[in-house]
């Protein structure tokens, strides 16, 4: 199957997932990513600005920020098709982008240079690659980071997929098994 088929098949899945399950599963995972010593040990963050269907990032960002954790969320460049990571100060200073998707306002600090970053995903193998949503923003960066990687996921997100060149493996995975 391409990646077309399956970016399309487990996007159904995620947003198909019940909400009261969905709720349990996110804090499941923000608890176990809360307890894992590169959370730990981390003083900078880089994760994304949920969608209604991916883990609830916005309670992990809100307790990295009460535990003096610096957040930095994607700042995406359409145009040049880059992206690196701005300071999200709280979150009262988020709007939409022009393509929708939360961002940070305000003039906040913005880094490539990152303790841990986590890392969205649609589709994913169990030896950490990765489908997103076809940008190819997270493989380019974190093809030049020396981060650590860490996805949290839903056991159904888990399938088999032809890696290509560009693709970038995270270093771990957290699964939530439904």
């Not at 489908?131 to 923003?137: E, S, T, V």
């Not at 974190?142 to 997929?161: E, M, V």
């Amino acid at each position: 199957m391409n990646k077309k088929i399956i970016r399309k098949d487990i996007l159904s899945k995620m947003k198909a997932f019940d909400s009261s399950n969905k709720e349990d599963a996110d804090n499941w995972l923000k608890e176990h990513l809360l307890n894992h010593e590169w959370y730990k040990n981390a003083h900078r963050i880089g994760m994304v600005l949920s969608m209604p269907h991916e883990v609830d990032t916005y309670k992990i960002i809100q307790t990295a920020l009460n535990d003096n954790k610096k957040v930095f969320v994607p700042n995406t460049n359409y145009k040049t098709r880059e992206m690196n990571f701005k300071e999200i100060i709280d979150l009262d200073s988020i709007v939409e982008d022009e393509k929708g998707i939360n961002s940070v306002k305000g003039d906040t600090e913005i880094t490539d240079e990152l303790d841990l970053i986590i890392v969205p995903g649609v589709a994913f193998r169990n030896d950490g690659y990765r489908i997103g949503y076809g940008g190819g923003y997270f493989d380019r960066f974190l093809s030049k980071s020396n981060a650590n990687t860490i996805s949290l996921i839903y056991d159904f997100q888990l399938t088999d997929f032809e890696i290509e060149n560009h693709d970038q493996p995270v270093s771990e995975l957290i699964i939530y098994k439904t």
